[in-house]
């Protein structure tokens, strides 16, 4: 069985800065990795998939990257409305997510 | 624009059988273009794949809940449905239902605003 894991649990960081999310697959996925995001209260919103294609809207600063077990989320420059829960997705088999990384205002 | 909503009851008793239907707009659930999912999320904590179906009917589900779970559609009405039966506490959480293109795989890029379901006596 696949297991998802995302590092940190918890990204402290200032806004203007950039964040580094990372999701590593027990086993290899491919590139079929999704990543969302979930504000409190809301559904999450695809962000990313096939590792790395932008969703329909999705702001160029998102991107992703990776393919195998290791795969990155990268923020290029926080904006107050990114400060937010975000997940990663395997969909090699069938669908399973990581446990999430909060990104939080340093 | 595809737009779904849940709907269903809040509250179910211990042992009994969890029902919510997914409302599709915007769209047609006969779409060979889609699949339809049910993904929960407990309190608190991440989201967990509950299973997908087809408007042919084919489904899939996580193994995990396979022998509890029953997803089918309702072409007629735009709709597809969930069914979890022998409910405990640790079913208690929000449920979405969302959709997700064939030709992407299960990457779910629309979702309903989600329903919480409660599990209690």
């Known amino acids: 069985e696949i297991v998802m894991t995302q590092s940190p649990a918890t990204l402290s960081v200032s806004p203007g800065e950039r964040a580094t999310l990372s999701c590593r697959a027990s086993?290899?996925?491919?590139?079929?990795l999704a990543w969302y995001q979930q504000k409190p209260g809301q559904a999450p919103r695809l962000l990313i998939y096939?590792?790395?294609t932008r969703a329909t809207g999705i702001p160029a600063r998102f991107s992703g990257s990776g393919s195998g077990t290791e795969f990155t989320l990268t923020i290029s420059s926080l904006q107050s409305e990114d400060f937010a829960v975000y997940y990663c997705?395997?969909?090699?088999?069938?669908?399973?997510f990581g446990g999430g990384t909060k990104v939080e205002i340093k | 624009q595809l737009q779904l909503q849940e709907s269903g009851p809040g509250l179910v008793k211990p042992s009994e059988t969890l029902s919510l239907t997914c409302t599709v707009s915007?769209?047609?659930?006969?779409?060979?273009?889609?699949?339809w999912g049910w993904i929960r999320q407990p309190p608190g904590k991440g989201l967990e794949w509950i299973g997908s179906?087809?408007?042919?009917?084919?489904?899939y589900y996580n193994p995990s809940l396979k022998s509890r779970v029953t997803i089918s559609v309702d072409t007629s009405k735009n709709q597809f449905s969930l069914k979890l039966s022998s409910v405990t506490a640790a079913d208690t959480a929000v449920y979405y239902c969302?959709?997700?293109?064939?030709?992407?795989?299960?990457?779910?890029?629309?979702w309903g605003q989600g329903t919480l379901v409660t599990v209690s006596s």
């Open positions: 969302a959709s997700y293109r064939q030709v992407v795989g299960a990457a779910f890029d629309y």
């Open positions: 915007g769209g047609s659930i006969s779409s060979s273009s889609y699949y």
């Open positions: 179906i087809y408007y042919s009917g084919s489904t």
């Open positions: 086993q290899s996925v491919s590139s079929n």
């Open positions: 096939g590792a790395s």
């Open positions: 997705q395997q969909y090699n088999n069938w669908p399973l």
